[in-house]
């Protein structure tokens, strides 16, 4: 998650601009199901509201009333996208996503503190117990999004952040659950963390922002990269030659919704049903057959993160 832990002047302004614009239309079907393997349901239905109930003819009608998580999993299903894992940020989204997995089919959780959100808590510790307690129940099936952020969080909290870090990668052992990285502006420490603490056995890293050398590092060391809409964006090349770069059995796609909509409706609210356009973007990047595409993110996903 990006916008979310901005500093509050955007904050407003993203809000704001959310609020004013519409989802996009249901964009066409994918040929094989797939998954979103890192969305925030809780996020996106509060700030964004809920997304299109598809007509028979594949465009967006009313939005259906009662369980807005309900509706956000349908419209996905409608496009092929018939599997989502909900991502905690902190105790109390953690908590929301281990609970709706309980009682949504098609949703898995994973449960952390964001490396944004670590600096800010009055007892870290207390957090990190909480977390670990999330971690046992089955329907949770990663530790994340934990990682480094050197873009919102200063010097004066990197260490914070890097305890942080180093906590959730021992919580992810234990449990033997996928570990799901948070990593902006922090390529290298991610790294050094990992291989300082020897890295659990699945390590994803969520909405990858690196170029085509970091993905290679990432890569030999046997991580998953997921890819967001932002691989669709026009200014994204060196990010479609990180693309172009992982083995189709190493990649993932993601929404990281509400936020990073992908092309042609950057700026408007995302959601798990846009997926179809990013995996389209990555079909072409990687000069992938869309079925094959289809099939390898959905195998990995379950390898990832197990049978829904």
């Known amino acids: 998650m ?3 832990m901005s500093e509050p002047t955007e904050t407003r302004k993203q809000r704001a601009a959310r609020r004013a614009g519409e989802f996009p239309p ?6 094989r199901p797939v998954l979103d393997s ?3 349901l809780d996020i996106t239905v509060s700030e964004a509201g809920v997304p299109p109930r598809p007509r028979a003819d594949g465009e967006p009608g ?4 009662g369980d807005p998580v309900a509706a956000a999993v349908a419209v996905a299903a409608s496009v092929g996208v018939d599997r989502l894992v909900q991502v905690g940020v902190d105790v109390a989204s953690s908590r929301w996503g281990a609970d709706v997995a309980e009682t949504h089919p098609a949703v898995l959780a994973t449960v952390a503190l964001h490396p944004n959100e670590a600096p800010r808590l009055s007892d870290l510790d207390e957090a990190l117990r909480e977390i670990e307690a999330l971690a046992a129940r089955d329907r949770v099936r990663g530790i994340g999004e934990t990682g480094m952020d050197f873009f919102r ?14 906590a959730h990668v021992a919580i992810a052992k234990r449990y033997g659950k996928a570990l799901v990285v948070h990593d902006r502006d922090a390529h290298a420490d991610v790294l050094r963390i990992l291989d300082d603490e020897g890295a659990p ?17 990432c890569v030999r060391r046997g991580y998953l990269l997921s890819f967001a809409g932002t691989v669709t964006f026009g200014s994204a090349a060196a990010l479609r030659e990180a693309a172009a770069a992982t083995p189709v059995g190493q990649l993932l796609v993601e929404t990281d919704a509400p936020y990073l ?9 995302n959601a798990s049903y846009l997926i179809p356009l990013t995996v389209r973007s990555l079909a072409e990047t990687t000069g992938t057959d869309l079925d094959e595409l289809c099939a390898a993110i959905s195998a990995t996903g379950e390898r990832v ?4």
């Open 153 to 166: 969080t200063g010097e004066e909290g990197r260490a914070v952040q890097e305890e942080s870090f180093r």
């Open 26 to 31: 249901v964009p066409e079907p994918l040929p």
């Open 2 to 4: 990006l916008a979310a």
């Open 201 to 217: 056995d699945t390590v994803v890293l969520h909405c990858f922002s690196g170029d085509a050398d970091f993905a290679r590092e």
């Open 38 to 40: 890192h969305t925030h």
């Open 305 to 308: 993160f197990g049978p829904w």
């Open 62 to 65: 009313d939005g259906p009333p």
């Open 261 to 269: 909509t992908p092309m042609p409706h950057r700026g408007r609210p």
